[in-house]
Structure formats: structure tokens, C-alpha cells
């Protein structure tokens, strides 16, 4: 069956998307330990990094660094966590690779990774949308 992540790829599932390319997509994820968290995600349905193909590994660092970027410009954040959980034992709840990036600000006490919420959908929508624009200038 196929993962949570790869129904959404296909639309079976919505998702506020901020990238979608060839090898990695991007959306907001659904629960956010603070808002703008991205989860970067490759199509290939693989659980662990090491199982990933080489043109979508080779290309990772970029997307990272992109996002990374993108964060801060619109969240104004001090800082980003960026966090894989590479296995169960990890704390990998769902079986299709994928980084968080999280935006980090002074005091948030974020590194322990509690989930919220967005007030509303159009909240959601506002951040996903300044995010693809942000993300949009990165790449020039
Ligand atoms: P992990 O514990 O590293 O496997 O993280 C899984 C992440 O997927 C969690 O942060 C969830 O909030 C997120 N998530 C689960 N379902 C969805 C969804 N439908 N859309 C966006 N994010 C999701």
C-alpha cells in the first residue's frame, strides 16, 4: 500500500504544496511544531536514506539549503532545525523518507518537537503561498 506521502504526491490526499519537482516535493506539515514547518519529501518511496536513488540524493543538500532559506525569509526565524529520523527506532513515524525543516526562534523551546495547529486553513494558505514565492526568488 502506498505511504501517506506518496497519496498526497498523487492528490489522493491534499497537501499544501510549496515544491513539487521532479525527484522532491515539498509541503507544510499537517501538525507544525511551529508554523512554516516543511517536510521535503522525494517521490521515491523509500524508508531510509540509504535506499534512496543517487539523482535524488545528489540533489538533497540543495533542496535543503533552498528551503532552509525560503524559511527564513518568511518566518523570520533565528534559526532552522533541520531533522531526519532515519527509522522507527528513530521516532520515523511515517515509512517514506523525508526531512522536517523547522524555523527556530529565541526561546521557543522547539527542540522538543511538540506539534500544533495553524488557526485555519487560510492561515495554512497564506504560509504555504509565501513560502512557494520565497522559495521561487531562492532559485532566481
Ligand atoms: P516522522 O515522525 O518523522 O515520521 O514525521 C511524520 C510527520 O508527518 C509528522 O510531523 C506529521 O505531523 C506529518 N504528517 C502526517 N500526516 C500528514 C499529512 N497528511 N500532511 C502533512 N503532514 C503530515
Given at each position: 500500500m502506498a505511504s501517506i506521502f506518496t497519496r498526497i504526491i498523487e492528490g489522493e490526499i491534499p497537501g499544501s504544496f510549496i515544491l513539487k519537482q521532479e525527484r522532491w516535493v515539498a509541503f507544510l506539515d499537517i501538525n507544525p511544531?511551529?508554523?512554516?514547518?516543511?517536510l521535503l519529501v522525494p517521490r521515491q518511496e523509500v524508508a531510509l536514506l540509504p535506499e534512496l536513488d543517487g539523482a535524488s540524493l545528489a540533489?538533497?543538500?540543495?533542496?535543503?539549503?533552498?528551503?532552509?532559506?525560503?524559511?527564513?525569509?518568511?518566518?523570520?526565524?533565528a534559526a532552522v532545525s533541520v531533522l531526519l529520523r532515519d527509522g522507527p527506532v528513530a521516532g520515523q513515524e511515517v515509512p517514506h523518507l523525508h526531512w522536517h525543516l523547522i524555523p527556530r526562534?529565541?526561546?521557543?523551546?522547539?527542540?522538543?518537537?511538540?506539534?500544533?495547529?495553524?488557526?485555519?486553513d487560510e492561515e495554512r494558505e497564506r504560509m504555504r503561498a509565501a513560502l512557494q514565492a520565497a522559495l521561487d526568488r531562492v532559485q532566481g
Open positions: 511544531v511551529s508554523p512554516g514547518h516543511i540533489e538533497t543538500g540543495a533542496w535543503l539549503a533552498r528551503l532552509d532559506c525560503a524559511l527564513r525569509q518568511v518566518t523570520g526565524c526562534h529565541s526561546g521557543d523551546r522547539a527542540h522538543h518537537f511538540a506539534s500544533g495547529s495553524y488557526a485555519s
